[in-house]
């Protein structure tokens, strides 16, 4: 079953398995999911969508912006199950995403709260490569002479 999704993401012409801790399966489930990704036109609103998206922790009173922030309780919870399990593959396996959860937790993050920015991060990433995804799918094809 995983080598015919990933003969069907090759004629899709998805690059989101090049993204570490993101397998056929889970790029699947983020295409199905996604559908079309230009209907996001900024980062933020896909972040929001999947449940990535900060959500101020304080009650609002008092001078200032919120210090603490948390999860998005709301949202896909496919995706943001999806963007979970690489952050944790991710976290396991590359250099960048330990040396980013240990800056994190310098700053004075709780591992929760670097975990919430991880998320964040990879899906700013997979909405990118999505966007790349996309458009190159409506480029017309140039004929070879």
Request: charged residues 30%; aromatic residues 4%; glycine residues 8%.
């Amino acid at each position: 079953m995983e080598r015919l999704i990933d003969e069907l993401l090759d004629r899709h012409g998805t690059n989101l398995r090049d993204e570490p801790g993101i397998g056929p399966i889970a790029a699947a489930i983020l295409l199905c999911e996604v559908g079309d990704p230009t209907r996001f036109d900024r980062e933020s609103k896909f972040a929001r969508w999947c449940g990535t998206g900060v959500v101020a922790l304080s009650s609002g009173k008092g001078a200032g912006d919120p210090v603490k922030h948390r999860l998005d309780f709301t949202g896909n919870r496919h995706i943001n199950s999806v963007l979970h399990i690489a952050s944790v593959t991710q976290q396991r396996t590359q250099p960048e995403a330990v040396a980013y959860l240990a800056r994190k937790a310098g700053e004075g993050k709780t591992r929760r709260e670097a975990r919430r920015a991880h998320k964040r991060q990879l899906a700013n990433r997979v909405i990118r490569r999505t966007w790349r995804d996309e458009t190159a799918r409506k480029q017309p094809f140039a004929l070879a002479a």
